[in-house]
């Protein structure tokens, strides 16, 4: 278990050293200036050799996944003051974003991840309340963000990113009932998730093989996103990844028509009620 854990998080350090390289684009869609720190020479080394085995792709879609969640949650945040980033990594929103006043960011992730990047961002200040709880999602992470300061009566944001494709089916029904039972009315979740298809698609295979050997295979797709949360009362809005990554010049491929069986992933955003 530990050599998967571990695996899983390099991946933040792959995501971390993707935000760096778009940072130094002309026309990034982002400004990350946290990210090169965070990746580290590890970082470097994750993504040269990811490049290597699946070319763009994959960097393409975390810069893309990137962006719309930094868009999607500063919007939800003009309403909403908390702020969960479940398997948070490497992820620097809370010293990068423009937070409103008194927003709080919990970020939760495996004891080791948290104490790494407190050490690398000892020096910055975040842009908000930032409340760092090291805990694994397989042990009871609800007691740890409550006795953090979490407040379940009031509306919440949530963020799940790049994270559900290394759970099997029953461990994201049971993160999702979780976050539920933390909900109050009109909070809102926002996830991205791998397609059925995707997993599928020929395309595909190499990067699926790549993952798997190095300890960290994705396990779970849907091509009906909504349904993991409409059981619980949320409505989701769903956005194929394409159609932002083509807006913003850096997807593959164009927009695949709805109702064409065809391989993609998708952005929801979900609101309680």
């Known amino acids: ?27 990034r869609l982002f400004t990350d200036p946290f990210a090169d720190k965070l990746a580290g020479e590890a970082g470097q080394r994750i993504l040269d050799a990811a ?16 962006r719309f969640w930094d868009d999607a949650l500063l919007q939800a945040v003009s309403t909403r003051q908390q702020v969960v980033l479940v398997a948070a990594g490497m992820d620097a929103r809370a010293y990068r974003l423009d937070w409103p006043a008194d927003t709080e960011v919990f970020e939760l992730d495996q004891p080791s991840v948290i104490a790494a990047k ?27 963000l409550t006795a953090a300061g ?12 790049g994270l559900l494709q290394y759970l099997d089916e029953d ?30 698609a020929p395309f595909m295979a190499d990067l699926l093989k790549s993952m798997a050997d190095n300890g960290a295979p994705w396990l779970f797709g ?15 809005k769903v956005t194929d990844i394409a159609e932002p990554g083509n807006r913003w010049n850096r997807w593959y491929a164009p927009v695949t028509p709805n109702g064409t069986d065809a391989p993609r992933g998708y952005f929801a955003v979900a609101t309680k009620g």
Request: net charge negative; with cysteine.
């Open 1 to 27: 278990m530990e050599s998967r854990r571990d695996a899983v998080a390099d991946t933040g350090l792959l995501v971390a050293a993707i935000r760096a390289r778009e940072s130094t684009r002309a026309d």
């Open 51 to 66: 490049l290597a085995t699946s070319g763009e792709r994959t960097t393409m879609q975390i810069v893309v996944r990137t």
């Open 118 to 144: 407190n050490a690398l961002l000892v020096d910055d200040t975040p842009q908000c309340t930032r409340v760092p709880i090291g805990v694994d999602l397989a042990d009871d992470w609800p007691a740890a």
């Open 150 to 161: 979490f407040d379940a009566t009031v509306p919440s944001v949530w963020l799940t990113e």
């Open 171 to 200: 461990a994201v029904h049971r993160l999702f009932e979780r976050i539920d039972a933390l909900s109050a009315f009109a909070s809102v979740l926002c996830y991205d998730v791998v397609g059925k298809s995707l997993l599928e």
């Open 222 to 236: 849907t091509d009906d996103p909504a349904e993991l949360v409409r059981d619980h009362g949320w409505a989701a």
